[in-house]
């Protein structure tokens, strides 16, 4: 069974850090690409970052550009989101997904993470 649970979250101050964890089983880990998703109150949800299980590339939404970075660590079996200079309007639920790349930016990634809140205040 495929399970995706997610670690992190919490509360911060405008231009704080936190980092997201989560940790994959019933799977080959190597072999899915893994993004994170946020979903904010009254917005759809979007995509944040993912990272490929071909080469390992990266890819982020301009709005966290230069602030998240992604990373895996297949020793783990687990993908982490640094989130750095955090901004108010980065308040939402955060989501881990995995599938294949392409599914991840379409966003019909078939496995998804419970979620967790990341509140930054002002």
């Known amino acids: 069974e495929v399970q995706l649970v997610q670690f992190g979250g919490g509360s911060v101050q405008a231009g704080g850090s936190l980092r997201l964890a989560c940790a994959a089983s019933?799977?080959?880990?190597?072999?899915?690409?893994i993004g994170w998703f946020r979903q904010a109150p009254g917005k759809e949800r979007e995509g944040v970052s993912c990272?490929?299980?071909?080469?390992?590339?990266?890819y982020y939404a301009d709005s966290v550009k230069g602030r998240f970075t992604i990373s895996r660590d297949s020793a783990k079996n687990t993908v982490y989101l640094q989130m750095n200079s955090l901004k108010p309007e980065d308040t939402a639920v955060y989501y881990c997904?995995?599938?294949?790349?392409?599914?991840?930016?379409?966003?019909?990634?078939?496995?998804w993470g419970q979620g967790t809140q990341v509140t930054v205040s002002s």
């Open positions: 997904a995995t599938d294949q790349l392409e599914a991840l930016v379409a966003g019909t990634a078939k496995y």
């Open positions: 019933g799977f080959i880990f190597d072999e899915y690409s």
């Open positions: 990272i490929s299980s071909s080469d390992g590339s990266t």
